[in-house]
């Protein structure tokens, strides 16, 4: 299984890099705000991931040429925490892409997309908020197995 995490930076997608590295996934990891990237993918596993904040720009593409198994995990959170967060990394003076899209416009248009193509199946969103992990976990096929808890402590 691959896995493909398209949600907006500050939306948790580090945690969700850490969360799905601690269920035995491996893969890499791109922050477009801190320019920082993790790889601990040495060769593709069954299970593995690739979470690309800057993913909101090219997703389309990914799913309708990309492997007809990999899933897509919007992490989201609410519109006011999301541009208080944004607004606290532009006084740290990081880098704020130009063509960041607005949350809730971005949130309903991959939501619209999914649906239009049918494969709205292949889309788990993710509140930071709001985490079902019963839900993560039948979404990644995940049975019988120790929980492991989100790490929200990521999450600011």
């Known amino acids: 299984m691959h896995i493909l995490g398209i949600g907006l930076p500050r939306t ?40 690309d904040n800057s993913a909101y720009r090219n997703y389309k593409q990914k799913l ?15 519109k006011k ?12 003076k990081l880098n704020i892409p130009k063509d960041l899209p607005d949350i809730s416009l971005y949130y309903t248009e991959v939501i619209e997309f999914f649906k239009s193509k049918k494969l709205i199946n292949r889309l788990l969103v993710i509140d930071i908020n709001n985490i079902d992990q019963e839900k993560i976990y039948s979404f990644l096929e995940i049975e019988n197995q120790i929980k492991i808890e989100y790490p929200k402590e990521l999450i600011k």
């Open 81 to 92: 925490s999301w541009k208080q967060s944004i607004n606290r990394m532009k006084t740290k």
């Open 64 to 78: 309708i040429y990309g492997n007809r198994k990999t899933k897509f995990i919007l992490t989201t959170r609410d």
């Open 12 to 51: 948790g997608t580090s945690s969700l890099a850490k969360f799905l590295r601690n269920l035995g996934f491996s893969g890499k990891n791109f922050c477009v705000i801190h320019d920082k990237r993790e790889n601990d993918l040495v060769k593709i596993k069954q299970k593995s991931f690739l979470i």
